[in-house]
């Protein structure tokens, strides 16, 4: 199993481009999320979704879209590219997050995004 | 709203040299406390999860611990290769709730 693959490992953008940063896994896990990570700050969740064709909203989901089409792929959207949007990006996702179980998190390698 | 607050922000020990790191934390209600490591330029790998006041749970030379406000990390005797980030998550038990809220990481460095 390769896990949780993300694509592309590092990009730099001009402000205002747009692009996807892709996951993907092989667990058949239903629960896939996307987190940020930035200097003195926590891990903080940007969207999520529990299964194929169903999306939500995280803490911080402002500039990011979000679809869910099969199981596998839970791909990211940067709309228009801001400055404040250069940060590392990680994809995780479980079994399930919600009921009686605890949300256990296999995350990705991470993207390191840079808008300029 | 959940908070996780981790100390110290880093840690240098000698090889050998036994300590331990804090997370404290506000949930409403616990479902789950998480302990993730994290390398340099790598994503988070878990480590344990703690579901409630007096558990503990063993991997190698780490044991973690768990009370109502707050978790313990131990590291007995590091080596050199113990040297990361480790990230405390916890996870609140509202219905439907998925999201973890994570503290800032505690570097440890590792002096052989």
């Known amino acids: 199993n390769a896990g949780v693959t993300q694509t592309p490992k590092f990009q730099v953008l001009k402000t205002g481009q747009s692009m996807t940063l892709q996951c993907a896994q092989d667990?058949?896990?239903?629960?896939m999320s996307w987190y940020r990570q930035d200097p003195g700050m926590g891990l903080r969740l940007i969207h999520y979704?529990?299964?194929?064709?169903?999306?939500d909203q995280g803490e911080v989901p402002n500039g990011y879209n979000v679809s869910r089409s099969t199981t596998e792929d839970f791909p990211l959207r940067l709309l228009s590219a801001a400055p404040s949007q250069t940060s590392v990006y990680f994809c995780?996702?479980?079994?399930?997050?919600?009921?009686?179980?605890?949300?256990?998190?296999?995350f990705g390698a991470g993207s390191r995004l840079t808008v300029l | 709203e959940d908070q996780v607050t981790q100390s110290p922000e880093a840690l240098r020990l000698q090889e050998g040299e036994s300590s331990s790191l804090n997370c404290s934390y506000t949930?409403?209600?616990?479902?789950?406390l998480f302990w993730y490591r994290q390398d340099p330029g790598k994503g988070p790998e878990f480590l344990f999860t703690?579901?409630?006041a007096g558990e503990e749970k063993e991997k190698e030379r780490l044991k973690a611990t768990l009370t109502k406000k707050e978790s313990f990390l131990h590291i007995t005797a590091p080596k050199p290769e113990d040297s990361a980030t480790y990230l405390c998550?916890?996870?609140?038990?509202?219905?439907?709730?998925?999201?973890?809220?994570f503290g800032k990481g505690t570097k440890l460095s590792v002096i052989p």
């Open positions: 979704s529990v299964g194929a064709g169903i999306t």
């Open positions: 949930v409403s209600g616990l479902r789950g």
């Open positions: 998550a916890v996870q609140g038990d509202l219905a439907g709730s998925y999201q973890l809220t």
């Open positions: 995780a996702s479980s079994y399930s997050g919600a009921g009686s179980g605890a949300n256990v998190l296999t």
């Open positions: 667990m058949n896990h239903e629960y």
């Open positions: 703690l579901y409630s």
